[in-house]
C-alpha cells in the first residue's frame, strides 16, 4: 500500500475535472503522421528501450528462480568404488545409485516473501519500460519539433539572404554612381554576413538535430523526413489535466515507487525470518547397482536456529527498515516532483500561448515597419542605416516567432509525459 500523501484538489491554474490529457494514446495525441510513424519506429529499435525490456527478462528469471523453492527439491547421483585390503586381496567393485528429495518447510514465511519480492521487482521493471517509452515518446516530439521550428527559421533566413542581396545589388549600383558612400555598402554587406552566418549555426544546428533523433531511432545519423510544418502542429485549445491524485495511478515513475516500496517491504519480511530456526526435511532412496537387493533409504529433519550471531540478524533487519524508510520518502519526492512538472508544464502552455499571440502581433508591425522603411530610404526621408535597424528587428521577430511557437508546442508534449500519459500496455 502506498504512502498516504497530501494531494491539492487541483492544480493552481485548472478547475477540477474528470477526464485527463494522459488517457489519449499517443498515436492519436499527436497529428502527424511522419511523427507518429518515428515514433513507431523509435519503440522497435531503442536500444535503451530494449536494454530495459532484457531486464524484465532477467526479473521473470529470477521470479521463476524464486518460485521454485515452493517446491521440494529432487536430485540425483552416482557414485563408483573400487577398494582392495588385507580382507579381501581382490578388488571390490561398488557402484552406487540414489536419489535425494529435499524440502524446506516454509513456517515463517521466509519463501512467500522471497517470492513477493521478486514478484514486485519483476513488476517495477515493467513499470520501468513504461517510463522509458513515455519518456521516449516525449523526447522524439520534442526533437522533432525543434527540427521543424529549425527548417522554418532556415526558410525566414534564405529569404532574407535572398531579399538583402536584392538591396545590395541596388546599393551597390548607386555607389558606383556616386550617389552614395562606401558606408552604405559596407552596412549592407555586413548585415548580409550576419544573415549568412545566422544560415551556417541553423545548418548546423538543424544536422545534428537529425542526428540526435536518429540515435533515439536506433541509428546511425540519416536525413529525418518532414511532415507537417511548424505551424500546422495543432493541439486542443483546452487540454483536460484531470486531478492531482490521478498522478499516483497514471504515472510510471511514482507506480514503480511504489512497487520498490513493496519489494523492499517483503524483503523486510525475509530478514526478520532469520531470527527463526529453518525446518527441512531431507528423503534418500538408493541401491548398489552390482549388487541389486542391497537397497538403502533414509528419511532426515533437521532444524537450524541461530543461537548468537553477534546482533548480526538484528542489525540486517535495521538496515532493511531503515532502507524502507528512504524509500517512502523517495516515493513522496517523486510525486512532490511529478506535481511540479504538472504545474511547470501548465504555466509552460499558458503563457507560451500568451506569448505565441504577442508574436504574431509583433510580427505583422515588424513586417510593416519594414516594408516602410525601405519606401522612406529609398524618398530619402531616414539614412540607410535606419532602414538596416528595421530590417534586422524584423528578422530577429521572425525567428524569435518560430522559437516561441516551438516552445509552446513542447510545453503540451512536457505536460503530457508529465501527467503520465503515453506508456499503457496497448501501446
Do not use: C
Amino acid at each position: 500500500m502506498a504512502p498516504q500523501t497530501e494531494s491539492p484538489a487541483s492544480f493552481s491554474t485548472h478547475t477540477t475535472d474528470t477526464l485527463s490529457l494522459a488517457d489519449t494514446e499517443w498515436w492519436s495525441f499527436f497529428n502527424d503522421p511522419v511523427l507518429t510513424d518515428l515514433i513507431h519506429e523509435g519503440l522497435d529499435n531503442n536500444l535503451p528501450l530494449q536494454n530495459i525490456i532484457i531486464g524484465i527478462k532477467q526479473s521473470q528469471l529470477q521470479l521463476a528462480i524464486a518460485k521454485a523453492q515452493l517446491y521440494p527439491e529432487v536430485n540425483y547421483g552416482l557414485s563408483a568404488e573400487t577398494s582392495k585390503t588385507s580382507l579381501f586381496p581382490s578388488f571390490q567393485n561398488s557402484v552406487t545409485a540414489f536419489g535425494q528429495v529435499s524440502y524446506t518447510i516454509d513456517v515463517w514465511g521466509r519463501i512467500a516473501n522471497q517470492n513477493e519480492a521478486a514478484l514486485q521487482a519483476y513488476l517495477a521493471t515493467e513499470m520501468a519500460v513504461f517510463e522509458v517509452k513515455a519518456t521516449m515518446v516525449s523526447q522524439i516530439a520534442e526533437l522533432y519539433f525543434t527540427l521543424r521550428a529549425i527548417d522554418n527559421q532556415i526558410n525566414v533566413s534564405e529569404q532574407m539572404e535572398v531579399s538583402m542581396e536584392k538591396y545590395k545589388a541596388i546599393i551597390d549600383a548607386r555607389y558606383d554612381g556616386g550617389f552614395i558612400s562606401k558606408v552604405d555598402v559596407n552596412q549592407i554587406s555586413i548585415s548580409l554576413k550576419d544573415v549568412q552566418v545566422t544560415l551556417q549555426s541553423l545548418y548546423r544546428g538543424r544536422k545534428q538535430i537529425e542526428n540526435a533523433i536518429s540515435t533515439v531511432l536506433g541509428s546511425f545519423p540519416k536525413e529525418i523526413p518532414r511532415g507537417k510544418k511548424l505551424e500546422e502542429q495543432l493541439f486542443p485549445s483546452e487540454l483536460p489535466v484531470g486531478v492531482p491524485a490521478g498522478l499516483l495511478r497514471r504515472r510510471p515513475s511514482i507506480i514503480k515507487a511504489e512497487i520498490l516500496l513493496k519489494a523492499q517491504l517483503a524483503s523486510l519480511g525475509v530478514a526478520e525470518t532469520f531470527k527463526y530456526p529453518n525446518f527441512q526435511i531431507d528423503f534418500n532412496l538408493g541401491a548398489k547397482l552390482l549388487d541389486p537387493s542391497a537397497i538403502f533409504g533414509s528419511f532426515m529433519g533437521n532444524m537450524v536456529g541461530p543461537l548468537f550471531n553477534g546482533n548480526k540478524i538484528n542489525n540486517t533487519i535495521n538496515i532493511e527498515e531503515e532502507q524502507y524508510n528512504r524509500m517512502v520518502l523517495d516515493y513522496k519526492q517523486a510525486y512532490l516532483l511529478a506535481f511540479q512538472e504538472v504545474e511547470d508544464a501548465l504555466i509552460s502552455i499558458d503563457t507560451y500561448k500568451k506569448e505565441v499571440e504577442i508574436r504574431k502581433l509583433q510580427l505583422e508591425l515588424a513586417e510593416e515597419a519594414y516594408n516602410l522603411a525601405w519606401v522612406r530610404y529609398d524618398e530619402g526621408a531616414t539614412s540607410f542605416l535606419d532602414f538596416l535597424n528595421v530590417q534586422t528587428t524584423f528578422f530577429s521577430v521572425q525567428l524569435t516567432a518560430s522559437e516561441s511557437y516551438k516552445s509552446q508546442l513542447q510545453s503540451v508534449v512536457k505536460l503530457y509525459l508529465a501527467l503520465g500519459g503515453g506508456w499503457n500496455q496497448t501501446n
